[in-house]
């Protein structure tokens, strides 16, 4: 089945201690991207990766860093969480084509205390 | 001011009506146009596509883009409460992802 799986779908976490969220999909796509999904503001993308080794800064990158080592694979880490990180965040990957639908993961919810 | 508006509702309706869903946006050289359905718990998922002027029909669902407003829609017809859960538009530049804009989504709920 074709899908992006993210881990874990739950987190809780105290301020300051490093986490990965990791994301993959199984379609071959180029483009990754992850965003975050906050009450009133929807969704905010964070960064994005149109390739392997090809990463760029969404509209709220600041806290975030991102990795795209693999094609399947683009983990999201936070080197020093915030309890301002607490919120939902999705993975989303597409081919690097106008025309195909973004497929996003089922979500991480976070909460830093 | 934030690149793309939408309502957030939310929207309560009885089943069988017409919906009508819309975002503004502010930068004219946004060139392409979609809407996202998601359900609670769930990631959101590919509703209509355009990148032009005009409507687009999908079954029950019509997007309709106002370039020189700066204003798209989505409308339902015959709404069904499957149809309840948030709607999110969506534009971006240029010709392949790359950043996208999301509104902060509205959430429907169709009632038997």
């Known amino acids: 089945e074709a899908q992006v799986t993210q881990n874990p779908r739950y987190l809780i976490t105290v301020t300051g201690k490093k986490l990965t969220v990791t994301c993959s999909q199984n379609?071959?796509?180029?483009?990754m991207s992850w965003y975050r999904q906050d009450p009133g503001l929807g969704l905010r993308q964070i960064y994005y990766?149109?390739?392997?080794?090809?990463?760029d800064k969404g509209d709220v990158p600041e806290g975030y860093k991102v990795s795209r080592k693999e094609k399947r694979n683009f983990p999201l880490i936070l080197e020093s969480p915030s309890p301002n990180q607490t919120s939902l965040y999705f993975c989303?990957?597409?081919?690097?084509?106008?025309?195909?639908?973004?497929?996003f993961g089922n979500g991480t919810r976070l909460t830093v205390t | 001011q934030k690149e793309v508006e939408q309502d957030p509702g939310p929207l309560s309706v009885p089943e069988g009506a017409i919906v009508s869903l819309n975002c503004t946006y502010s930068?004219?050289?946004?060139?392409?146009f979609m809407w996202y359905r998601q359900y609670s718990r769930k990631g959101p998922e590919l509703l209509m596509y355009?990148?032009?002027?005009g409507n687009k029909e999908d079954g029950r669902f019509t997007a309709q883009v106002d370039k020189s407003s700066k204003y798209i829609s989505l409308f339902i017809r015959d709404s069904q409460p499957s149809d309840s859960a948030t709607y999110l538009c969506?534009?971006?530049?240029?010709?392949?992802?790359?950043?996208?804009?999301f509104g902060q989504g509205t959430i429907l709920t169709v009632h038997p």
């Open positions: 989303a990957s597409s081919p690097v084509d106008r025309n195909s639908p973004l497929h």
């Open positions: 930068n004219s050289a946004f060139q392409y």
């Open positions: 379609m071959n796509h180029e483009y």
């Open positions: 990766s149109m390739n392997v080794e090809v990463t």
């Open positions: 969506a534009t971006g530049l240029g010709t392949s992802y790359g950043k996208l804009t």
């Open positions: 355009t990148y032009s002027s």
